[in-house]
């Protein structure tokens, strides 16, 4: 049996590893528009510039699995942080669309690593304690990105991206430091300390009915991760271009999102226990795309900025449970399965947007949220009795 406190100890180290991961990606996030200016890029180009992130998150997440299972998902957590923390600082030194989607490949590979690693880890621990608190730790990368969106919307109009974004790199390479060096101090939990019987399947090498789970498990965070990049990616520029709002305010759409997302992932544990997963998924998707319809289709800035906080609300859950129960299905192999397809939702979104957007108008494109969100619902009812609970 591991110790209690060693248990405490990670939990909370992890905790600041998801806390920094939505703090950093926020920070870029929100300095979207003034690159997008910067580079002088359509929306379109930028789409493929974004591209960059979501590619090397892909690319990075097929490999990670592995890498966790031969190293250990602590030590992979610790080096991917570290590579986050240098690679947000240079989206602001590029000049081109080229330059730009170079350096976010770099940026998403870093990304995609942290989320498989860190994922790994929650997994194994959720298991251990015997509660479903995936959706805490999700909470924390929920709070990280509300406070990063949030600092990012108070320095728009004062710091450079440049200056912004590697201030962010700074405080994220010092965080990084510390929970890092509490994060290894832990060790590793097995299959046997996460409470896996020796019926379990097997994790590394699941039979054909768990793989099929696990697909099923990542479609929903497809259509999940989909509706979070495209609001990360495009509800800023929606609410500035679209809405007239001021860059200060449009970085507000992204806080209003992460905090409504913050508060759904608080009550998530709560909710699961109550509800049960089904329940949960077909409850926040259903609420997912009438919030984004409201969103995106909205004629003033308050009204877009609600439909933003409850569209939060409804994804809140709904990739938590998807990996928590990929990973229990088939270990830190099936973390990474369900997490390249939901982040696959995230390669597929930016360019989408950035090619409807151009053929017909971003609020029509964020409409496609919306649509996905009532997808990952459908999905969800047809896997009732598969999942049951």
């Given amino acids: 049996m591991v110790p209690g406190t060693d248990l405490v100890r990670l939990r909370l180290a992890l905790t600041a590893f998801f806390a920094l991961d939505g703090f950093v990606f926020a920070g870029w996030v929100v300095r979207i528009p003034a690159i997008k200016e910067q580079t002088g890029a359509s929306a379109s180009a930028l789409g493929l510039a974004l591209l960059g992130v979501s590619a090397g998150a892909v690319i990075t997440m097929t490999l990670t699995g592995r890498l966790c299972r031969r190293y250990g998902s602590h030590l992979v957590t610790v080096v991917c942080a570290v590579l986050l923390c240098l690679s947000v600082g240079l989206p602001p030194l590029t000049r081109s669309v080229l330059a730009l989607g170079v350096v976010l490949l770099l940026f998403g590979a870093a990304y995609g690593g942290i989320n498989v690693a860190f994922n790994s880890a929650a997994v194994d621990l959720v298991a251990a304690l015997g509660r479903p608190i995936m ?106 271009e679209d809405l007239g709002a001021s860059p200060g305010a449009a970085a507000v759409g992204y806080s209003c999102f992460a905090l409504a997302m913050t508060v759904g992932r608080l009550s998530g544990t709560t909710l699961l226990e109550r509800l049960g997963r089904t329940r949960t998924v077909l409850a926040g998707g259903s609420t997912a795309a009438a919030g984004m319809l409201l969103g995106a289709l909205a004629p003033s800035l308050w009204a877009a900025l609600l439909g933003y906080a409850v569209t939060g609300l409804g994804l809140a859950n709904l990739f938590p449970v998807a990996v928590e129960r990929a990973g229990a299905l088939a270990g830190p192999g099936g973390v990474a399965t369900a997490s390249t397809l939901g982040y696959g939702g995230m390669l597929l979104g930016p360019p989408a947007i950035g090619f409807m957007a151009d053929w017909f108008s971003l609020p029509a494109a964020l409409t496609s949220v919306a649509v996905l969100a009532a997808v990952a619902t459908v999905i969800g009812f047809a896997t009732r009795h598969v999942d049951a609970g």
């Fill in 135 to 240: 959706p805490s730790f999700h909470a924390a990368f929920s709070l990280g990105g509300m406070i990063g969106a949030g600092l990012g919307a108070l320095v728009a109009g004062s710091l450079s991206p440049a200056r912004h974004l590697w201030g962010l790199a700074v405080v994220g390479l010092l965080v990084t430091a510390v929970a890092g060096r509490a994060l290894m101090r832990c060790e590793p939990l097995t299959p046997a300390d996460a409470g896996r019987t020796a019926s379990a399947p097997a994790p590394h090498r699941p039979d054909r009915r768990t793989r099929a789970l696990v697909i099923v498990f990542g479609l929903i965070a497809l259509c999940t991760a989909y509706g979070e990049g495209a609001l990360a990616d495009w509800g800023a520029l929606h609410l500035e």
